[in-house]
């Protein structure tokens, strides 16, 4: 009886998958690279000719592109490490859902290789990137003022910085300096 409520459990999954894919026509390929697996794994997913991921980091991948929770897969097993949700990554789910985004469009609008690194983001597993090309992109795909989007850049440099042992309260006009003309190149090229 243990096997067959498990292959409901995952016939479930498995579908709720399938509908997904089809009510947005996504393409099994785009959704592949969105969750960083092989085009055959969706597709073994979907047939069910494998066991639906039990893994926590696929199974929170395929939620944040679905819009659903993970807990939705009864698979899902919540992880011991916390996923921590930091402001900036609200900040940008807050925007998808102004700007009445979904997840899919959202990430297609990225280049392909780069989607993954969106869904972590997204899913709080990776932090916003520190490369200011890339997040004033992300600004400009959900059309807000890259000055809006740099408080979020410069509070992710911030952190990186303290962790690195950079003491503030020792080289704040040094710190200050630095912010002033960053914010100054952002202001500029708006």
């Known amino acids: 009886m243990?096997?067959?409520?498990?292959?409901?459990?995952?016939?479930?999954?498995?579908?709720?998958?399938?509908?997904?894919?089809?009510?947005?026509?996504?393409h099994k390929k785009d959704f592949a690279q969105m969750i960083g697996v092989t085009l055959s794994y969706v597709y073994n997913?979907?047939?069910?000719?494998?066991?639906f991921s039990t893994r926590s980091t696929t199974l929170e991948r395929i939620a944040t592109v679905m819009d659903i929770s993970p807990e939705e897969f009864s698979e899902y097993k919540i992880p011991q490490d916390p996923?921590?949700?930091?402001?900036?990554?609200?900040f940008i789910k807050e925007k998808l859902k102004e700007k009445k985004l979904?997840?899919?469009?959202?990430?297609?609008?990225?280049?392909?290789?780069?989607?993954?690194?969106?869904?972590?983001?997204?899913?709080?597993?990776?932090p916003l990137p520190l490369d200011w090309e890339e997040v004033s992109v992300i600004a400009q795909i959900l059309d807000i003022d890259k000055e809006e989007m740099y408080?979020?850049?410069?509070?992710r440099l911030k952190q990186l910085l303290k962790i690195?042992?950079?003491?503030?309260?020792?080289?704040?006009?040094?710190?200050?300096t630095m912010f002033n003309c960053a914010r100054d190149y952002v202001h500029k090229n708006k």
């Open 2 to 26: 243990t096997n067959k409520k498990a292959s409901v459990i995952s016939m479930k999954s498995s579908e709720m998958l399938y509908n997904f894919l089809e009510s947005t026509q996504l």
């Open 45 to 51: 997913l979907i047939d069910e000719t494998i066991p």
């Open 83 to 90: 996923i921590l949700v930091d402001e900036t990554t609200e």
């Open 102 to 126: 979904s997840t899919v469009q959202f990430l297609k609008s990225f280049p392909r290789k780069q989607r993954l690194e969106i869904v972590d983001i997204l899913r709080g597993a990776r």
């Open 151 to 155: 408080q979020y850049w410069e509070m």
């Open 164 to 176: 690195s042992g950079f003491n503030f309260d020792s080289n704040s006009e040094l710190a200050n």
